[in-house]
C-alpha cells in the first residue's frame, strides 16, 4: 500500500504483519481454534518522486517482526460513506459472467506492485470493476478518503459504500464473500480489524489483523484442506516480506535504469492522457532521480545482496522450486490460488523493465508467469477506456 507525504525526501513507512487470529462464533479460519506557488509546486515536485515509481515495496514495504506494545494497540473502523464520491472512471472492467454481485471502484497507481495485486485478484475471479488513477501529485482522486493509500477499493453494499484496504486484506475479504455469499462484506470486515498501535520504536503503525486467512462458516475437518490453505498463506506472506522488497533495487539499480523505469511507468499508466504534462515530467525525472537514490538506502534495509539482480533471482528460484516439487502448472494446482495469483501481481508490475527481462532470462519463472498471464487473461472481462 502507498501513502504520499509531501517531504523533500519521504521517510519510508512501514506496515507490519501481524497473523494474530480472533475466536469467531460464525467465521473460523484453519488454523487450530484461533480463528499553488511556484515555492509549493518546486515541493510538491520533489516530494512526488519518493512515491509516484509505482513503489515495488519502496514506499509501504512490510517491516517484519515488529513486537508491538499491547498498552498503545486500538482498533479502528473501516470508512463507510452514505454517498459515492465523486470520481471519473479511467476504465471499466466488464464481464457479463460476472456473478459476484459486486459493485467495486479501485483507486490505484497503474504500476504500484499492491494495486496490481488487487487487479491480478479481480481479473482472477472475474469480477467486474471501474479503475481509477490517482493523480500521484495532488491525489485528486482519494481527497474524499482519510486513507491516503493505495489500493484503495470501494465497495457498494447496503446504506452506501464500504471502502476496503490494504491489498492482501482485500484478497482475503473479498474470497471470503465469494465463498459465502450468505454474508454481506460489512460483516465480514469484522474478521479483519484494522489496528493502529505504537511499535518499540515508538513510530505509530496500522495493520489488518487475520489479513492472511479465509474465514469459512464452520471448521474444515479435512486435514489435506487446512495443509493447502496453510500452504497458500505461507507464499501469500512470503510476497509481501520478501519478493516485493527485491524490486526497488533492482528497477532502479543505476540512474539510467531508473530513468526507464520511469518511462515505462508513464506508459504502462497512461500517464499523458490523463493528467497535465507537467505533471508527467515532474513525475518521470524527479521521481527517477529520487528512486535511484532510495533504492540504496532499501537495498541495505532489506538485505539485498550487493549484486540485486541475485537476490531477485533467488527469489524466483524459490518460488519455482515449490512449484516444480507440486509438479503443477500452479501452487494451487491446475488453477491458480491466492499465492500464485499475489506473485503473479507483484512481478506484473515491472513486466516492462530491464530488471524483468534479465529475470526471465535468468530463471525460469517465465513459463509460470505466462501460464498466469494466460490463465488470467481467460477469466478477466472486456477493458473498455473511459
Known amino acids: 500500500m502507498w501513502r504520499p507525504t509531501f517531504t523533500i525526501l519521504r521517510k519510508v513507512v512501514f506496515l507490519s504483519i501481524k497473523e494474530n487470529v480472533t475466536l469467531s462464533k460464525l467465521f473460523y479460519s484453519t488454523k487450530s481454534r484461533l480463528p499553488r506557488s511556484t515555492a509549493k509546486l518546486t515541493l510538491i515536485s520533489a516530494s512526488v518522486g519518493v512515491l509516484v515509481g509505482a513503489g515495488y515495496g519502496g514506499y509501504t514495504h512490510y517491516k517484519i517482526n515488529i513486537k508491538k506494545s499491547s498498552a498503545s494497540v486500538e482498533n479502528e473502523e473501516y470508512a463507510f460513506l452514505k454517498e459515492a464520491p465523486k470520481y471519473a472512471a479511467h476504465r471499466k472492467i466488464i464481464n457479463d459472467a460476472d456473478t459476484s454481485n459486486l459493485q467495486l471502484v479501485l483507486f490505484q497507481y497503474q504500476t504500484c506492485p499492491f494495486c496490481c495485486k488487487v487487479r491480478a485478484y479481480l481479473d482472477a475471479r472475474g469480477i467486474s470493476y471501474e479503475i481509477v488513477e490517482v493523480d500521484a501529485v495532488l491525489r485528486q482522486a482519494i481527497k474524499w478518503s482519510g486513507y491516503k493509500k493505495v489500493p484503495i477499493l470501494l465497495a457498494k453494499v447496503d446504506g452506501g459504500y464500504q471502502q476496503l484496504l490494504d491489498s492482501t486484506a482485500i484478497m482475503s475479504v473479498l474470497e471470503t464473500y465469494l465463498s459465502d455469499k450468505s454474508y454481506q462484506l460489512q460483516d465480514i470486515i469484522k474478521f479483519y480489524p484494522i489496528t493502529r498501535f505504537v511499535d518499540d520504536t515508538g513510530k505509530t503503525t496500522t495493520d489488518v489483523t487475520n489479513k492472511y486467512f479465509i474465514m469459512h462458516n464452520s471448521t474444515v475437518p479435512d486435514e489435506k484442506q487446512r495443509n493447502i490453505e496453510a500452504e497458500e498463506r505461507e507464499w501469500r506472506q ?149
Open 238 to 386: 512470503w510476497a509481501d516480506r520478501v519478493l516485493v522488497h527485491t524490486l526497488s533495487p533492482n528497477v532502479y539499480r543505476t540512474a539510467s535504469e531508473s530513468l526507464e523505469t520511469f518511462k515505462w511507468f508513464e506508459e504502462a499508466g497512461g500517464w499523458k492522457r490523463t493528467f497535465p504534462s507537467w505533471e508527467c515530467a515532474v513525475m518521470v525525472y524527479v521521481g527517477a532521480a529520487a528512486m535511484w537514490i532510495i533504492a540504496k538506502r532499501l537495498k541495505k534495509r532489506h538485505n539485498i545482496k550487493d549484486d540485486v539482480r541475485q537476490s531477485l533471482y533467488d527469489a524466483a528460484n524459490d518460488w519455482m522450486k515449490v512449484i516444480h516439487k507440486k509438479g503443477t502448472l500452479f501452487l494451487g494446482g491446475k488453477k491458480p490460488n491466492l499465492a500464485d495469483i499475489s506473485v503473479y501481481g507483484i512481478l506484473s508490475s515491472i513486466e516492462g523493465c530491464q530488471a524483468f527481462q534479465d529475470l526471465r532470462d535468468n530463471t525460469d519463472i517465465g513459463k509460470w508467469f505466462d501460464n498466469m498471464k494466460a490463465s488470467i487473461k481467460e477469466s478477466r472481462g472486456k477493458v473498455l477506456t473511459a
